[in-house]
Structure formats: structure tokens, C-alpha cells
């Protein structure tokens, strides 16, 4: 178990070399629904950016005690989220680090958008 991070993107980031030590190649991910898109999105960038060999991330999320406006509130604030962690995560601090890996962030975004889709479907 990983206690040094302090946010999400942190804990792939740290957990990263343990996979790698211990060749694993499938992590399953348990969070809530409404943060299921984000952690899975972010998973994904941290481990192909740094793994060299993809991982699978299995998804599983659980229900929450967030409803109605309150659920409304909480997605709005993981949208945001998203793309600020996804910079993060692509290692996208500075505009010259966007023109180098542009390719790669567009493809994550895509990533994104497709697994928002897929959460509208499964309402």
C-alpha cells in the first residue's frame, strides 16, 4: 500500500515502480462511480507514460452517498479535475511540454470523452 501521495495522480505516480518491481500487469481500480472516470483516465496516463509496457486497469465503482444537486455539484468539480490531473499526469507543466506530447494528451482527452459516453449509457 502507497502512503506518500497526497491526491490521486500522486498515488499512480508512487505505485508505479512497485508494479513494475513485481511485473504486475493488471491493477483493478475500486473507487466511487462519480470519481471512477477521472481515476481510471489518470491511471492509464501515469502507467503508459511511465511503464514502458501497458498495464490493464480493471474499473470498479461503488455507489455514493452523493445524490441529487449535491451529485451535480460533486461532477462539475470532477470535470474540472479531469483535465488539470490529466496535465499532471502527462507531465504537462509548461507550454512547451503540451507542443511535445500533444498527441498523447489529445488521445487521453479522447479517453475521457469515451468513458463519459459510456457512463451516460450505463445511467
Known amino acids: 500500500m502507497e ?18 518491481e513485481r511485473n504486475i500487469k493488471k491493477v483493478v481500480l475500486v473507487t466511487v462511480l462519480y470519481h471512477l472516470q477521472r481515476s481510471s483516465v489518470l491511471a492509464e496516463a501515469v502507467f503508459d507514460e511511465g511503464a ?3 498495464i490493464e486497469v480493471i474499473r470498479i465503482g461503488g455507489e455514493s452517498d452523493f445524490v441529487g444537486e449535491k451529485l451535480t455539484q460533486r461532477l462539475k ?4 479535475a479531469s483535465y488539470r490531473d490529466l496535465a499532471r499526469a502527462l507531465r504537462l507543466y509548461e507550454q512547451r511540454d503540451f507542443k511535445r506530447r500533444c498527441s498523447r494528451f489529445t488521445t487521453a482527452v479522447k479517453k475521457i470523452i469515451h468513458l463519459r459516453s459510456f457512463a451516460q449509457l450505463n445511467k
Do not use: Q
Open 77 to 80: 468539480v470532477e470535470r474540472a
Open 3 to 20: 502512503m506518500k501521495a497526497r491526491d490521486t495522480v500522486g498515488n499512480y505516480v508512487e505505485i508505479l515502480p512497485m508494479l513494475r
Open 52 to 54: 514502458g509496457d501497458e
